[in-house]
T-cell receptor, first 111, second 114 residues
Framework: GNSVTQMEGPVTLSEEAFLTINCTYTATGYPSLFWYVQYPGEGLQLLLKATKADDKGSNKGFEATYRKETTSFHLEKGSVQVSDSAVYFCALSPGDYKLSFGAGTTVTVRA | EAQVTQNPRYLITVTGKKLTVTCSQNMNHEYMSWYRQDPGLGLRQIYYSMNVEVTDKGDVPEGYKVSRKEKRNFPLILESPSPNQTSLYFC?????????????FGNGTRLTVT
């Protein structure tokens, strides 16, 4: 079946530090990959996506590249801000109507 | 304002007392879905609907029912709630489905079953 594994948190960083959150997946075929973000007290919102191998998704300074050879979709940001404190979810859609999420990684950025 | 609205935000109930969590979207989206969020498990899909009168099971459908009689509404029904259904529930919608268009989430319903 389809599944997503992401690095366990919590992750605590200082402002302007480099952030990486690892995500690997298991899927048949060619799924689309996503990162969703959940700010405190809110629902999730789409951060970025990639629909085929070697695609790079980017938004708000975050980037992730769809690596089929390593079945990975790691999230990176070069310089985090306090406002980036949130829970980040990696997700996979095989192209039908399902979307499978990872367990989520809590990121806290300190001033 | 485009949004997904869930009600109530918080609900405390007792085992076996039927309850309904409502979900409504104003974006004319075809697709709607329910998820539950539990610590360490992320979000797990309960049910989804591709269009009016078309629903299907997600990964954890046991103990839940849904209906899609109108395009904008997708209520979640717990006929006989049990403590293991204590969780944070999210409704979401998208134009065509999560693989093709972004999911828009409601702000969640925190359910406690005692």
């Amino acid at each position: 079946g389809n599944s997503v594994t992401q690095m366990e948190g919590p992750v605590t960083l200082s402002e302007e530090a480099f952030l990486t959150i690892n995500c690997t997946y298991t899927a048949t075929g060619y799924p689309s990959l996503f990162w969703y973000v959940q700010y405190p007290g809110e629902g999730l919102q789409l951060l970025l996506k990639a629909t085929k191998a070697d695609d790079k998704g980017s938004n708000k300074g975050f980037e992730a590249t769809y690596r089929k050879e390593t079945t990975s979709f790691h999230l990176e940001k070069g310089s985090v801000q306090v406002s980036d404190s949130a829970v980040y979810f990696c997700a996979l859609s095989p192209g039908d109507y399902k979307l499978s999420f990872g367990a989520g990684t809590t990121v806290t950025v300190r001033a | 304002e485009a949004q997904v609205t869930q009600n109530p935000r918080y609900l405390i109930t007792v085992t076996g007392k039927k309850l309904t969590v409502t979900c409504s979207q104003n974006m004319n989206h075809e697709y709607m879905s329910w998820y539950r969020q539990d610590p360490g498990l992320g979000l797990r899909q309960i049910y989804y609907s591709m269009n009016v009168e078309v629903t299907d099971k997600g990964d954890v459908p046991e103990g839940y029912k849904v209906s899609r009689k109108e395009k904008r509404n997708f209520p979640l029904i717990l006929e006989s709630p049990s403590p293991n259904q204590t969780s944070l529930y999210f409704c979401a919608s998208s134009l065509y489905g999560p693989g093709h268009s972004p999911l828009h989430f409601g702000n969640g319903t925190r359910l406690t079953v005692t």
